[in-house]
């Protein structure tokens, strides 16, 4: 089992255009691409996809659009329809696809152009039939061109370079082995070999990718795995080789498989997001850590049941003079899993004790709020994990 959320974002989504996206990470719904394979996973683990939706919180397209699983380069059996202008929930509730080792996942968003901006919060889910396992990444556009350098990136979020060797690594809360790892390079003018890595902690982890020089395309490694246990900090590092010219990367991914059926839900923004939580402000759980004052468009409408625990978030900067409370919540109402970080204070926080349950059709958020005060939270990054009893899990969700 496995459930991932893309993210959410607005704007830019006037003109018509067959937008694609990958079936992991956070991302937002203009980092669309417009050429498929640079989107697409090989799939390693047979892996069942189902309850595609789409919630849309503003809609300026001019006719309906539509989102389809990808499969193979071609339609899968899912698709969403969102009328010209409507908003609210949209959900394939009847359709599945069914993929086997090496057949190919994306998404397609099928957008007719508009007015004005479309915003939207976009899922799936996945079930391998067996122990927990998802397929986590980060998706975006990385273009690197110094020689000799080592570019630690985060293993969840947005792709992008300039990013601390220590900040960018996210520490585990669930015993898992990363495996199949995979990178999609678009271009590449080296002249020498560039390697992508596993990194646990300071080190090298085991999986490992050499990039050929002048080569592009898909490549994974299927042999190498990594073990994490509770508390490694996991991060993929780039090395360009020696020598000039760019070399351009969209996605790096990997899949990470649980003992059991609790898995770790991620949402990344490693340049951090600032929050001043005195005026109540709601996230998603999973994709980008993006804020809203409205709580819908972040709600993620869960399949089977299940429950929540751990949640951890790690803070890099506060000038909060109070306490800020980060509360799941569940059909809008508060539960009794909260996180609260301190005033004034940085570093990794987690909440070891609490847990909450969820049936099938909750609808899972968490709000951002404090007590007055005055002063703002900056969080790069927050984990949850996720114990599915029964169903799918999410598989991506972007905005």
Same mark, same amino acid.
Do not use: W
């Given at each position: 089992?496995?459930?991932? @959320?893309l993210? *959410? +974002? !607005?704007?830019?989504?006037? &003109? =018509?255009l067959?937008?694609?996206y990958?079936?992991?990470g /956070?991302?937002?719904?203009n980092a669309a691409s417009?050429?498929e394979?640079?989107?697409e996973?090989?799939?390693q683990?047979n892996?069942?996809?189902?309850g595609?939706?789409a919630?849309?919180s503003?809609n300026?397209h001019?006719?309906?659009?539509?989102?389809?699983?990808?499969?193979?380069g071609?339609?899968?059996?899912?698709?969403v329809?969102?009328?010209?202008?409507?908003?609210?929930?949209?959900?394939d509730?009847?359709?599945?696809?069914v993929?086997?080792?090496?057949d190919?996942?994306?998404?397609?968003?099928?957008?007719?152009?508009g007015?004005?901006s479309t915003?939207?919060?976009v899922g799936i889910?996945?079930?391998t039939?067996?122990t927990?396992?998802?397929? @986590?990444g980060i *998706? +975006? !556009?990385?273009?690197?061109s &110094? =020689?000799?350098?080592?570019?630690?990136?985060?293993c969840? /979020?947005?792709l992008?370079?300039?990013?601390?060797?220590?900040?960018?690594?996210i520490p585990?809360?669930?015993?898992?082995?990363?495996?199949n790892?995979?990178?999609?390079?678009?271009?590449?003018?080296?002249?020498?070999a560039?390697?992508v890595?596993?990194r646990?902690?300071?080190?090298?982890a085991?999986p490992?990718?050499?990039?050929?020089?002048?080569?592009?395309?898909y490549f994974e490694?299927t042999?190498n795995?990594a073990?994490?246990a509770i508390?490694?900090?996991c991060?993929y590092?780039?090395?360009t080789g020696?020598?000039s010219?760019?070399?351009?990367?969209?996605?790096?991914?990997?899949?990470?498989?649980f003992?059991?059926?609790t898995?770790m839900q991620?949402a990344?923004e490693i340049?951090?997001?600032?929050?001043n939580? =005195?005026?109540?402000?709601y996230?998603?759980t999973?994709g980008?850590p993006g804020?809203?004052?409205?709580?819908?468009v972040?709600?993620?409408r869960m399949t089977?049941?299940?429950s929540?625990?751990?949640?951890?978030?790690?803070v890099?900067?506060n000038?909060?003079t109070?306490?800020q409370d980060?509360t799941i919540?569940k059909?809008g109402v508060?539960?009794s899993?909260?996180?609260?970080v301190?005033s004034?204070?940085t570093?990794y926080?987690?909440?070891?004790?609490?847990?909450v349950?969820?049936?099938?059709g909750?609808?899972?958020?968490?709000?951002?709020?404090?007590?007055?005060?005055?002063?703002?939270?900056t969080?790069?990054?927050y984990?949850?994990?996720t114990t599915?009893s029964t169903?799918?899990?999410?598989?991506?969700?972007?905005?």
């Amino acid at each position: 089992m496995g459930c991932k @959320v893309l993210n *959410y +974002g !607005s704007g830019g989504t006037s &003109a =018509a255009l067959d937008a694609y996206y990958p079936t992991f990470g /956070g991302v937002s719904l203009n980092a669309a691409s417009t050429v498929e394979p640079r989107t697409e996973t090989t799939e390693q683990l047979n892996k069942t996809f189902s309850g595609l939706f789409a919630y849309v919180s503003a809609n300026g397209h001019a006719a309906s659009a539509t989102l389809r699983f990808r499969k193979n380069g071609a339609s899968g059996n899912q698709s969403v329809t969102i009328g010209a202008g409507l908003t609210g929930l949209f959900r394939d509730s009847t359709n599945s696809d069914v993929l086997v080792s090496g057949d190919k996942s994306n998404l397609l968003y099928d957008r007719p152009g508009g007015t004005s901006s479309t915003a939207a919060l976009v899922g799936i889910f996945s079930d391998t039939g067996k122990t927990a396992t998802a397929r @986590v990444g980060i *998706y +975006g !556009s990385m273009s690197l061109s &110094a =020689a000799s350098t080592n570019n630690t990136i985060p293993c969840a /979020g947005n792709l992008r370079t300039g990013v601390d060797s220590i900040v960018g690594r996210i520490p585990a809360t669930r015993a898992y082995t990363a495996k199949n790892m995979s990178v999609y390079i678009v271009s590449n003018a080296r002249g020498t070999a560039c390697t992508v890595k596993m990194r646990k902690g300071g080190a090298d982890a085991g999986p490992t990718i050499t990039v050929g020089a002048g080569l592009s395309g898909y490549f994974e490694d299927t042999t190498n795995t990594a073990s994490f246990a509770i508390t490694d900090q996991c991060s993929y590092y780039f090395v360009t080789g020696t020598g000039s010219g760019s070399i351009v990367s969209t996605v790096i991914s990997h899949d990470q498989e649980f003992a059991d059926n609790t898995y770790m839900q991620y949402a990344c923004e490693i340049t951090g997001r600032s929050v001043n939580g =005195a005026t109540t402000q709601y996230m998603c759980t999973q994709g980008l850590p993006g804020v809203t004052t409205t709580e819908p468009v972040q709600q993620v409408r869960m399949t089977g049941s299940g429950s929540f625990s751990g949640l951890a978030i790690y803070v890099s900067a506060n000038s909060a003079t109070v306490g800020q409370d980060y509360t799941i919540r569940k059909n809008g109402v508060d539960t009794s899993l909260v996180l609260t970080v301190p005033s004034t204070s940085t570093g990794y926080f987690q909440n070891t004790t609490d847990s909450v349950s969820y049936a099938d059709g909750d609808l899972i958020s968490i709000k951002i709020s404090r007590s007055g005060g005055t002063g703002a939270v900056t969080h790069r990054y927050y984990t949850l994990n996720t114990t599915a009893s029964t169903g799918f899990t999410p598989q991506t969700i972007f905005f």
